[in-house]
């Protein structure tokens, strides 16, 4: 399941709201590290979810960028039209919240990373006694089941589990929250039972998913701002290979990454410039950072162990 996304014209842009306007019942200005992206949509489970998920900004600042979720079976399932000019995404048929909220970190983070040097990473961040670290992998290979894994741990805190933003300060590479809540999935609770409440509490919508305040199981103490990273971590599921850990340079992970598109599917803009923006970034994130890849083949307690002593915390 995917969606397609078409580059369109400013023009072409103001042609889609002039004839969509009517669809539009709801607006909400919503604060994403420091820029504002509006919702424009005519469904209240959206406006709700969105709600849940960012917080919320004035609604006297003017939008960065805009976000349409509109409904129209004659455009196509899962149709995305994005104007880069004026940052304005159209999503036509789209049920999944998951991508509608990426969708509007992707709007952000095209901003962001023309205008202030700061870049996305689809990715789980976490602050593990004082050490930050990310996790990077390909959708099926672990990440949402190994960073709640490591939430277990009392010491471990948490800045996102799926979307940040970093940026390279001097010898450091520091990562910024994107969200205020988390979208989990049902599931989640028969990997780890320690999460068995928090999915008891949540709304879960026809996917079996959910945004949650994570702070309701380990705290707001535990919900972190920023970090700066030491560690990444790249995981990939290969049955097939008995290599469990392995330490990576910096050259063989860009090349991981940039083979499997950073690992992040909902990129808007692809054009060379913007690859070698985030090709420039993510080679200076892993020159600064030790990397591992470490394969999920085994069990989710045996993968958490091998995450656990490379990070010191097992």
């Not at 004659?74 to 999503?91: A, M």
């Not at 095209?110 to 006694?129: M, P, Q, T």
């Not at 894994?149 to 940040?164: E, I, M, N, T, Y």
């Not at 993510?282 to 002593?309: D, H, K, M």
């Amino acid at each position: 399941m995917s969606y397609a996304v078409e580059i369109i014209t400013i023009e072409r842009k103001e042609e889609l709201i002039e004839q969509y306007a009517r669809q539009v019942l709801y607006e909400v200005k919503s604060e994403i590290y420091g820029c504002c992206i509006k919702l424009l949509t005519g469904s209240p489970r959206i406006k709700n979810a969105w709600e849940e998920s960012f917080y919320f900004a004035s609604q006297n600042i003017r939008s960065h960028g805009r976000l349409y979720v509109l409904e129209d079976k004659s455009v196509g399932e899962n149709r995305v039209f994005y104007d880069p000019h004026s940052k304005s995404c159209f999503l036509f048929n789209i049920d999944y919240y998951g991508w509608i909220k990426s969708l509007a970190l992707s709007v952000a983070g095209d901003i962001l990373e023309d205008n202030h040097g700061i870049y996305s990473v689809h990715g789980a961040c976490l602050d593990v006694r004082g050490r930050g670290v990310c996790i990077l992998g390909g959708s099926g290979a672990g990440k949402t089941t190994h960073t709640y894994g490591l939430l277990r741990q009392p010491k471990a805190r948490v800045v996102s589990d799926d979307w940040f933003f970093a940026r390279v300060f001097g010898d450091d590479v520091l990562a910024y929250s994107s969200e205020k809540n988390f979208y989990i999935r049902a599931d989640l609770a028969d990997i780890w039972k320690e999460f068995s409440g928090l999915v008891g509490k949540a709304v879960l919508d026809e996917l079996g998913r959910a945004v949650v305040d994570l702070r309701w199981v380990i705290g707001k103490g535990r919900i972190l701002p920023l970090t700066t990273l030491e560690n990444v971590i790249v995981l990939k599921r290969d049955p097939s290979s008995e290599e469990i850990v392995r330490e990576l340079g910096a050259d063989e992970a860009l090349a991981i990454l940039e083979a499997n598109g950073y690992f992040n599917p909902h990129l808007l803009v692809k054009s060379d410039f913007k690859r070698r923006l985030r090709s420039r970034f993510f080679r200076e994130l892993f020159t600064r950072t030790r990397v591992y890849e470490v394969n999920t083949r085994g069990t989710p307690e045996e993968s958490q162990r091998a995450i656990g002593a490379i990070l010191g915390s097992g």
